[in-house]
């Protein structure tokens, strides 16, 4: 690729203080002229991509990416080409070929100017998200796709910062594991992870549990109890599936997060919360502020920094390495791997139930297989046929009872509608109350 007119041309010599001050950090660093051309590297570059090679002269793409292009020809936002282009500073997360494998790298490109103000090089630098992979081993987050990276990169620039964040995206997305992504990779990631279940609070439990009770502030209070707000100080509030809250709560919480001080029940004293919030919901909020079933100052005060978790379906190429993964977990001693077949079925599955549903298809299946290799007939999945997914306007296969065709599609709307369950009741022509009758016989006597 030829140089564009604001493109820097390779320098002959390179200051010796640049070169020391390169080598005196310890992450990854590079100058770069403007034509992609590794110019310098320092030691830390040196170990995690050229161990016994040459770096010099050699094109930043054919290192990280082992791509023969630059980055921004094969579809990817090429930090170097946009600060060339802005004459700014710019960041991005890529997918680097690093010593320990392929590894999710923020690069950070920063030009770097002599006394006139004119470019003459561009430095770059890799940041490692390793330590959001880092911990309890069922926390690994698992994806190279370029919706999973585009929402990582969104939650590594976020994690630094103080802001709100609103995860949203399917049940089964792994919306706990972003949010202990982003406490991991923030200031706060030494203080405690306090994850609170929101659906079925009541006000009286509320309350409890988040701000904690004085000594015979009610009958049973027989001891002071610490809340959730106290046990997270200095740490992460995960409010998981907020847009269950009820209304007479969403107050509560509201009044929590604009004054940022709270009382136990019983006591006087006001007492200072310390945390950073991070809320998930699969609901569609602003809908339901439309609705009147959340408070629309609540939700600009949670919808600060709103990432969308993509579902399995749209990222279907991590597949393999979910399922290696998760293999991994389900029997860590045990060698199991997949047929082609039935990794040709799991591809062409719709999964509803995204990443929570796949892991528990590879469960039941290691439950069914006497081997080492997982067929096609040990995969149970509620909505295939043969490995194609049944449309809801296709005719079945099967004569069921109707009974049963009322449980499956009735499970399907619950897992699949946006709002609440009385918008949900009239749309399928029942009252509330059958509504909730109906879901609870689910819940009780599962198919």
């Given at each position: 690729m030829t140089a564009t007119n604001n493109s820097v041309?390779?320098?002959?010599?390179?200051?010796?203080?640049?070169?020391?001050?390169?080598?005196?950090?310890?992450?990854?660093?590079?100058?770069?002229?403007?034509?992609?051309?590794?110019?310098?590297?320092?030691?830390?570059?040196?170990?995690?991509?050229?161990?016994?090679?040459?770096?010099?002269?050699?094109?930043?793409?054919?290192?990280?990416?082992?791509?023969?292009?630059?980055?921004?020809?094969?579809?990817?936002?090429?930090?170097?080409?946009?600060?060339?282009?802005?004459?700014?500073?710019?960041?991005?997360?890529?997918?680097?070929?690093?010593?320990?494998?392929?590894?999710?790298v923020e690069v950070e490109v920063v030009p770097v100017k002599d006394e006139t103000g004119t470019t003459i090089y561009f430095m770059e630098t890799m940041h490692s998200l390793r330590r959001a992979r880092d911990g309890a081993r069922d926390r690994e987050m698992v994806g190279y796709s370029?919706?999973?990276n585009r929402m990582?990169?969104?939650?590594?620039?976020?994690?630094?910062?103080?802001?709100?964040?609103?995860?949203?995206?399917?049940?089964?997305?792994?919306?706990?594991?972003?949010?202990?992504?982003?406490?991991?990779?923030?200031?706060?990631?030494?203080?405690?992870?306090?994850?609170?279940?929101?659906?079925?609070?009541?006000?009286?439990l509320f309350e409890s549990e988040?701000?904690?009770?004085?000594?015979?502030?009610?009958t049973g209070a027989v001891g002071r109890k610490i809340g959730l707000v106290e046990a997270v100080c200095g740490g992460t509030l995960f409010l998981d599936e907020v847009g269950d809250i009820p209304l007479s709560l969403q107050v509560k919480l509201l009044r929590l997060m604009e004054a940022g001080t709270y009382r136990r029940i019983g006591g006087l004293e006001p007492l200072r919360a310390d945390f950073r919030l991070v809320a998930a919901t699969h609901r569609n909020l602003a809908e339901m502020v439309q609705q009147g079933t959340f408070r629309q100052d609540l939700f600009f005060r949670i919808n600060v920094f709103p990432i969308q978790l993509p579902p399995l379906r749209e990222r279907t190429e991590d597949l393999?390495?979910?399922?290696t993964s998760l293999l991994s977990r389900l029997e860590p001693g045990r060698k199991i791997t997949l047929s082609e077949e039935a990794l040709d079925t799991l591809k062409?599955?719709?999964?509803?139930?995204?990443?929570?549903?796949?892991?528990?298809?590879?469960?039941?299946?290691l439950i069914m297989v006497d081997g080492n290799t997982i067929q096609p007939q040990h995969l149970f999945l509620d909505t295939m046929k043969n490995g194609k997914a049944i449309s809801e306007t296709a005719p079945l296969e099967e004569i069921a009872p109707l009974d049963s065709l009322e449980r499956r599609y009735l499970t399907w709307a619950a897992n699949h509608f946006q709002g609440d369950r009385k918008t949900l009741a009239d749309k399928l022509g029942i009252s509330e109350r059958t509504l909730y009758r109906k879901l609870k016989s689910l819940d009780s006597n599962p198919a």
């Open positions: 041309p390779v320098q002959p010599e390179i200051p010796a203080n640049l070169l020391n001050l390169l080598d005196s950090f310890p992450d990854p660093k590079i100058l770069l002229d403007g034509q992609y051309r590794i110019i310098a590297a320092n030691a830390a570059y040196q170990r995690e991509f050229g161990p016994q090679r040459k770096i010099e002269g050699k094109f930043c793409y054919e290192l990280s990416h082992h791509y023969d292009k630059p980055c921004d020809q094969v579809g990817e936002n090429c930090p170097l080409r946009d600060s060339i282009e802005s004459g700014e500073p710019n960041r991005v997360l890529h997918v680097h070929h690093t010593s320990s494998g392929r590894e999710h370029r919706p999973f990582l990169e969104l939650a590594k620039r976020v994690a630094v910062r103080e802001s709100s964040v609103l995860l949203l995206g399917e049940s089964g997305t792994g919306k706990e594991l972003v949010a202990h992504a982003i406490h991991d990779m923030s200031p706060r990631a030494s203080a405690p992870f306090v994850a609170v279940e929101c659906s079925g609070l009541t006000e009286t988040m701000f904690g009770y004085e000594k015979g502030a009610f393999p390495m979910l399922i062409h599955h719709v999964f509803p139930g995204n990443v929570r549903e796949l892991r528990n298809i590879l469960e039941r299946a």
